[in-house]
């Protein structure tokens, strides 16, 4: 009791000290759960990517805040061969790493070395640092990357080469993911020879605008400021992550000014967000979708009439009514209405409780037990995943299937659904690029089976359409391959696609430069503290 209170001391002088002009500004972000860990090519949660690849690192390109647009980062430039199988990057000079206190001290700035190693560990099976924290790397592989990217070659300190062995469309967006942040292979050259590798993973340096000073699981990150960012130091000194996974709890700390921004609010809260004086609330579209996903490898789920008829066995009206209030509408594809290629063409499966009957009886499953995993967090694509499975439940009732509610940790979560320990889960997803194959590759490829895609499906004739759809460069023929899959998709039926969603920022009134990333993320190198 007596270390919370200080922490709550610490954090409300921190607050006090910012909001009454003194020179050292404080920015206090209410977080919605522990990060999985501090390496972003490890996992692919908004969580983990927010407290490392958006505070701490950077890739070689990155998306220009608030645009899908590409902009030059740790690469200032670069040339792609006329067979589009070369990407030569010209690398930025005088880039420091962070230096810890009483830990690693880098002896020379970012290079060549830092790219190779970054992507070699992910590419490379036999790599010393590949296995290191269980050697999953969900982007990488589930886009297809290791069978794309040949060689990584350096050229030299600041010239680095990407050999490619197909066309690939969405090379650079990719790469502009928080999967291709850059770590430093001298801090992983210095742990591997301590022999404790893995802390490359959970207390990385980075070359971004915030280094981590402190981590505290389940409670907070403390940030400063990178006074040599390469982009220009950030305009306030110090940043922390307060962690509060209850939603209700960080509307009651924005109010109370405890912090200056939250993300995912409840939807029923958002009109009396909106009529506070001292509150602004920022949205937008989201570029996002929330699913159900079926094991489509454990019996009755590997059946198409039995996914089809949990289809009809649900009522996303009553779901939209009740989870999100006049901030959600059904969703009928794999991918949101405001992407190119989406297919307005496509039908959905209206709730029909008997029509579900008919096809469970043609499959042969009476009396189906099953469960339903409910996410512990909030999204916009999900706001309330617990009220969403009881709805879901009680419909499938109707239906004769029987189903429990099951729920772990947010990091739990994650990591036993990629096993496939579900029969059921809910999930969802915010757009990393603005391209289609973000969607459609990462969660349903089977390259992503045991990884982003927790259905664990791999159909092929849907598998060749967005196949060939990255490898072609012509946006008319790529959407007509993405429209042909998302057709394949909706009969086959490996989830049940829920909504899309508004995105609500609730932000202090004294919050100056804050800007909605479209794709999710959560930005903070250019607020500042009226």
């Known amino acids: 009791m007596i270390k919370k209170n200080i922490a709550k001391l610490t954090l409300a002088l921190a607050i006090s000290a910012a909001t009454a002009g003194v020179q050292a500004q404080t920015f206090v972000f209410c977080s919605e759960a522990s990060p999985e860990g501090f390496n972003p090519s490890l996992f692919t949660s908004g969580t983990t990517l927010d407290a490392s690849a958006n505070t701490m690192l950077n890739g070689l390109v990155e998306f220009q805040l608030g645009t899908t647009k590409i902009k030059p980062a740790l690469a200032e430039t670069w040339e792609v061969s006329d067979d589009g199988l070369q990407y030569t990057f010209h690398l930025r000079k005088g880039v420091k790493f962070h230096s810890q206190k009483g830990g690693f001290k880098p002896t020379r700035n970012f290079n060549a070395d830092d790219v190779v190693f970054s992507f070699e560990r992910q590419d490379d099976k036999k790599h010393p640092y590949h296995n290191v924290s269980g050697g999953s790397y969900e982007y990488y ?67 971004g605008p915030f280094q981590r000073v402190q981590y505290k699981k389940d409670s907070l990150i403390r940030y400063v400021a990178n006074k040599d960012y390469w982009d220009g130091a950030p305009k306030v000194d110090r940043l922390i992550f307060s962690i509060t996974p209850d939603a209700s709890v960080r509307y009651a700390k924005l109010k109370a000014g405890e912090c200056h921004a939250m993300p ?28 159900l996903a079926f094991n489509t490898q454990k019996p009755p789920f590997d059946n198409v009439k039995v996914r089809q008829a949990l289809n009809y066995a649900v009522n996303k009206k009553a ?13 009928k594809n794999p991918i949101p209405p405001t992407m190119w290629s989406y297919n307005e063409a496509v039908n959905d499966y209206p709730y029909d409780i008997e029509k579900a009957k008919k096809l469970l009886a043609e499959a042969g499953v009476t009396n189906l ?48 659904s990629k096993k496939g320990e579900h029969d059921t889960v809910l999930l969802g997803w915010t757009g990393d690029n603005g391209d289609p194959d973000n969607f459609l590759s990462v969660l349903l490829s089977c390259d992503a089976v045991g990884g982003g895609n927790r259905s ?74 009226k």
């Open 264 to 291: 995912f609010p409840n939807p029923a809260d958002v009109a009396e967000m909106q009529k506070d004086p001292d509150i602004k609330v920022m949205s937008q579209e989201g570029l996002n979708v929330g699913y």
């Open 141 to 207: 592989e589930g886009m297809g990357m290791t069978d794309l990217i040949t060689e990584v070659k350096k050229v030299d300190d600041y010239t680095v080469t990407f050999v490619l062995s197909r066309p690939e469309a969405p090379f650079l967006a990719n790469l502009a993911m928080g999967f291709a942040s850059i770590m430093s292979a001298e801090q992983a050259d210095m742990l591997m020879a301590k022999g404790t590798p893995e802390q490359l993973d959970l207390n990385p340096v980075g070359t």
């Open 456 to 529: 664990m499906w791999c159909y092929k004739p849907f598998n060749d359409k967005i196949s060939a759809a990255k490898q072609v460069s012509d946006q008319a023929q790529r959407t007509k391959l993405y429209e042909d899959a998302q057709v394949i998709f909706k009969k086959q039926a490996p989830w049940v696609t829920i909504a899309h969603s508004i995105v609500y920022k609730p932000l202090r009134k004294e919050v100056q430069g804050y800007v909605i990333d479209p794709l999710g993320g959560h930005f903070f190198q250019n607020v500042s503290l």
């Open 369 to 416: 037990k099953t469960n339903i995993w409910a996410m512990p967090v909030q999204r916009p694509y999900n706001p309330n995943a617990r009220r969403m499975a009881e709805i879901i439940q009680a419909d499938w009732a109707k239906a004769g299937v029987q189903a429990d509610i099951v729920s772990y940790e947010w990091g739990e979560y994650l990591k036993r």
């Open 319 to 331: 779901i939209i009514d009740a989870v999100f209030q006049g901030s959600g509408k059904a969703a």
